[in-house]
């Protein structure tokens, strides 16, 4: 996610020194094939079949879903937990923004947003379960007998969601319905155990396993969808359209719905891209954008193995936020006179569909493993399509500007880049530490390495951790692996990482 209005400010002020000339043109227009999907087979990720109804008198949802599940571990599991990220946004003390923000957040007043799960069952017959954590922000599914390893496992909720009137990630605006970490999301179990870290009002608190999702969508006629995933049908009735939709091997499904989008549709590397702007503003020029990150991205990383991606402008007050083949954009950033803080943050949301979309981590735990890599995409977007120049300029200015700045105000902070989220204090720390420093950290491994070995570790870092979650060791294992140099002291600096 590009970060809140200091970031911003800071991408603004770098308008005023540099003159950009487009390098790339790809064409506009509509992909007049099926897309071959470049699907890659993960054996026994979490399947989610989920039923779900838009109600626009009361801004809810009415769902049910089925979710299997198997057990990857050498454990065996009494229990399944479920994320409720909605319950977050119950009461106005501890919805999930910065006090400074709140106003941004909800300018016609606080407004609150829940779900209600309404009954819970294992293989059809009635479940135990529990609400728990901080504001109930955990679902705890008591199984009837021990889930033992390999072992599968169908859990059926039927719940509600009632959407706040709110500018963040779940919400709706004058513009926009944005239906974002909504549904019950089963916690991921790994070496820790389940998981279980709240909705931090800092950062991108998700991890979250690869699942497969099939999902039938009714919303009133009016409204045109945005969506993770591929519109398989679409039935079109007097007053409501139904979609089915499918996705494969993503993290996270969300839909975006709105009255006012306007839609343009491009090509770039047989993959669909899609441009949704409010009344038609900026659109073509998102959509080139977007056009000009998949091509680059493509051929720095590896191929981005989905038929789609969606850029969609929201009510959304922070600036950009990224979920599987969808791209959340302020509105606001369309509305400038300025291009370049559309594109700096359409080009870092896109970017995250390789890090942290494709190739997963606890953003909870270790931020820095998605951030400051996609930080420092976005510096080699502009790079290759700029040039190396305009790449310097951009990380001077924004990038080691922003770092530079936050250590004259706060000389005595920590700023170790390895650091979880709840050791943050505010979102201009985490910034600048995560984005910037970390940012700072990738430019020092790239020159350490040198630009052959470096670019073969990000290839290599994506094709190993295709569709699974990764951890600081396990990036630099990968990146050690394709060096001349020992990296050890260099990630002892930097993030104090110890390899062991």
Do not use: C
């Not at 454990?75 to 919805?95: G, M, Q, V, W």
């Not at 504001?135 to 496992?153: C, D, Q, Y």
């Not at 995250?352 to 909870?364: C, D, F, K």
């Not at 190993?464 to 001349?484: I, L, P």
Request: proline content about 3%; hydrophobic content about 35%; aromatic content about 14%.
């Amino acid at each position: 996610m590009i970060k809140r209005k200091l970031r911003l400010l800071a991408i603004v002020m770098v308008v005023m020194t540099i003159t950009i000339g487009i390098q790339y043109g790809w064409d506009l227009h509509v992909a007049q094939q099926v897309i071959k999907y470049d699907k890659e087979i993960v054996l026994d990720k979490p399947d989610y079949k989920i039923n779900v109804e838009f109600i626009e008198e009361t801004m809810s949802l009415n769902a049910t879903q089925k979710v299997t599940y198997t057990n990857n571990s050498t454990d065996t599991l009494n229990n399944i937990y479920f994320h409720l990220y909605p319950n977050a946004f119950r009461t106005e003390d501890k919805a999930p923004f910065e006090k400074s923000e709140m106003d941004r957040a909800y300018p016609k007043g606080f407004d609150p947003g829940y779900i209600k799960i309404n009954e819970v069952k294992e293989s059809k017959k009635e479940a135990e379960y529990k609400l728990i954590g901080d504001e109930l922000t955990l679902l705890r599914v008591s199984l009837a007998s021990p889930l033992k390893p390999k072992g599968k496992v169908e859990i059926y909720i039927d719940f509600n969601v009632k959407l706040p009137y709110s500018m963040g990630r779940m919400g709706y605006g004058e513009n926009t319905v944005n239906i974002a970490n909504w549904f019950p999301i089963v916690s991921v179990y790994d070496n820790s155990g389940w998981n279980l870290d709240p909705y931090y009002p800092i950062g991108d608190p998700f991890y979250s396993d690869a699942s497969e999702f099939d999902v039938t969508a009714i919303f009133p006629k009016e409204y045109i969808l945005a969506t993770t995933g591929n519109v398989i049908r679409k039935h079109e009735r007097s007053k409501k359209n139904t979609y089915q939709v499918k996705a494969d091997n993503v993290r996270n499904f969300v839909m975006i719905i709105s009255k006012d989008f306007d839609v343009k549709v491009g090509n770039a590397d047989n993959i669909e891209v899609k441009s949704f702007s409010i009344d038609g503003i900026k659109g073509d020029l998102a959509l080139q954008y977007g056009l000009d990150s998949i091509v680059i991205f493509n051929e720095l990383f590896g191929k981005y193995p989905y038929q789609q991606i969606s850029i969609v402008a929201t009510d959304f007050f922070i600036g950009g936020m990224e979920y599987p083949n969808l791209v959340m954009i302020g509105k606001h950033l369309y509305e400038r006179e300025e291009d370049f803080p559309l594109e700096y943050v359409v080009a870092h949301e896109i970017a995250h569909q390789w890090w942290y979309g494709i190739v997963g981590n606890n953003e909870a735990k270790e931020p820095w493993l998605d951030e400051a890599l996609t930080e420092y995409s976005t510096l080699l977007y502009f790079e290759q399509k700029y040039g190396a120049h305009i790449k310097e300029q951009v990380y001077e200015k924004i990038i080691k500007n922003q770092y530079e700045n936050y250590k004259d105000l706060y000389k005595d902070t920590h700023v170790d880049i390895l650091r979880g989220l709840e050791d943050f204090k505010s979102s201009y720390e985490y910034s600048s530490i995560v984005y910037s420093r970390g940012a700072m950290f990738i430019d020092e491994l790239r020159q350490t390495m040198g630009e052959e070995n470096f670019k073969k570790g990000l290839k290599e870092y994506y094709n190993s951790f295709r569709f699974k979650n990764t951890t600081t060791a396990d990036f630099y294992k990968t990146f050690q692996k394709e060096s001349d140099v020992d990296l050890s002291q260099l990630f002892k600096q930097w993030l104090n990482y110890t390899h062991e």
